[in-house]
């Protein structure tokens, strides 16, 4: 039991989108700051922590509680990295596990934001805030913002920019201007990858009830552009302040451009096809953006381990789970724990 429930928080995490938003971020705005001169390693690592815990903890038991409940992800459309976790399903977790879940990640968060924010700045306690409320209003009600056009990626880009910015001014002790330009950049860029998760689940977010209007699932003629759209501008904001302000951005620059031509690679009838767009997004994305941030301070480079550790972790642990001699899938019908 308690090896399938660590499975389950595995799984969870989704490692995958934790490790390029908010890990890579982090990494990136810390190292801009330390282009400057400002670099504190226990820092870092704290910013780190709160950032993967609103992304990975809160924000994503929030998403699998609601989407479980509106039977979205109880849904028989294949899918491969979209549907969520997949954790209640296969019996690895429960709703109540997950609140459970939720609530700690949410307490171990603030905790360590209010010592950040004692020692650095207290106004730094008005980004936590938003990103704390963003993850949890994503998806839960009323606001249910996963579940609205243009909602959903209006909190997606307010919290990934958090994450950078955040990261850039906890080191500081203040804003940064160039911090804000280049948060921006990055949060456009990894909204492709986010895009095209949700391709796959077009037909059980129309079916869910209520249901879920994500933009590509309610307007997208063709979900895929839309996606790339978000790299586009993300590499076109880059490349403005890596042209004129911030020459070792441009890796970062790259990786948006070649995650637009992954996402216009996609055929979005096709699973295999957007899950390796998908797939192929992240990692270009991620390797600009760590790339970049070791120009900018080389010490950080070493930090590649972690991604490096964590995003095969996350393969092997949802094979393990998936093996037919895995965890059994519970039959939404036969599970009545999971309706509100």
């Known amino acids: ?27 990136l705005g810390s190292a801009l700051a330390a282009r400057d001169g400002s670099m504190n390693w226990a820092i870092l690592a704290a910013s780190a922590v709160v950032a993967m815990l609103i992304h990975g903890v809160i924000a994503h038991t929030a998403n699998d509680i609601v989407d479980w409940e509106s039977g979205t992800d109880t849904h028989p459309s294949p899918r491969v990295l979209s549907g969520g976790s997949k954790v209640i399903g296969l019996g690895l977790l429960t ?8 609530i700690v990640g949410a307490t171990l968060a603030t905790a360590i934001g209010i010592v950040l924010a004692s020692q650095q700045g207290w106004w730094l306690l008005i980004p936590g805030l938003a990103g704390l409320v963003g993850a949890a209003v994503y998806s839960l009600p009323p606001l249910r913002g996963a579940y609205r056009p243009i909602a959903g990626e209006a909190i997606a880009v307010m919290c990934g920019w958090i994450c950078l ?5 906890v080191q500081r002790g203040s804003a940064s201007p160039l911090a804000a330009l280049v948060a921006l950049h990055w949060v456009l860029a990894c909204m492709t990858m986010l895009m095209l998760h949700h391709i796959p689940d077009r037909e059980a ?6 249901t879920k209007r994500t933009t590509v699932a309610r307007f997208a003629v063709h979900p895929h552009w839309y996606a790339a759209a978000w790299a586009v501008a993300g590499a076109a904001v880059g490349a403005g302040i890596a042209a004129t302000t911030l020459p070792e951005l441009w890796p970062s620059v790259i990786g948006a451009l070649l995650a637009a031509l992954s996402a216009l690679a996609a055929r979005p009838d096709d699973l295999a096809s957007v899950t390796r767009s998908e797939i192929a997004s992240v990692l270009v994305v991620m390797i600009g953006g760590l790339v970049s941030a070791a120009l900018m301070y080389p010490p950080v480079a070493w930090m590649a381990v972690v991604p490096a550790l964590l995003l095969p972790l996350d393969a092997t642990v949802g094979r393990l789970a ?14 009545v724990t999971h309706r509100s």
């Open 205 to 210: 977010d129309l079916a869910a009830t209520p």
């Open 322 to 335: 998936a093996a037919p001699s895995g965890p059994t899938i519970i039959e939404p019908a036969a599970d």
């Open 95 to 102: 709703p109540a596990q997950l609140r459970v879940m939720g």
């Open 165 to 169: 910015f955040g990261a850039d001014a």
């Open 1 to 27: 039991m308690r090896t399938r429930q660590a499975m389950g928080i595995i799984l969870e995490l989704r490692l995958i989108p934790v490790v390029q938003w908010s890990f890579t971020g982090v990494v």
